[in-house]
């Protein structure tokens, strides 16, 4: 984002030439292009890869996670866990535990920890009483 900025201010106050640009900056004169036509540089793109090693045990692993969501959060299964129950139940899926480590992070749901009703509320309250007229600004 500093770059884009960079890139277009020495573009409209200094040098003026994309080639000079990216000469000065050390950046392809593409960069520069992108930079002058957006401020804000584009999401860089992700390709779809399927789980070859993975895919038999992906249920394995779903049915884990799932039954994670109702256990005591100091009883669910970490990666490690995972792996080493997955070594122990399905021998013939071999799969390192850096592939399960990087499993849910894939687009799959990953448990995320939500603050109760009554906690967000508190904190709704303690920024209306903070603000001196009480409004949200």
Not at 31 to 49: C, G, H, M, N
Not at 70 to 91: D, F, G, L, V, Y
Request: net charge positive; hydrophobic share 35%.
């Amino acid at each position: 984002m500093e770059l884009y900025e960079q890139i277009r201010r020495e573009y409209e106050h200094g040098s003026g030439t994309i080639r000079a640009v990216s000469r000065k900056l050390g950046v392809h004169r593409r960069e520069v292009r992108k930079a002058l036509s957006s401020a804000i540089p584009a999401a860089r793109k992700v390709p779809e890869r399927d789980h070859p090693k993975l895919a038999p045990a992906i249920p394995f692993i779903n049915a884990i996670l799932e039954a994670d969501r109702k256990a005591p959060r100091k009883q669910r299964h970490t990666a490690h866990r995972i792996w080493m129950r997955m070594r122990r139940e399905m021998p013939e899926v071999e799969v390192a535990g850096s592939t399960i480590r990087r499993y849910p992070q894939c687009g799959e749901d990953v448990l995320v920890a939500v603050p109760p009703l009554d906690l967000l509320k508190q904190l709704d309250h303690n920024f209306m009483v903070g603000n001196n007229q009480g409004q949200w600004n």
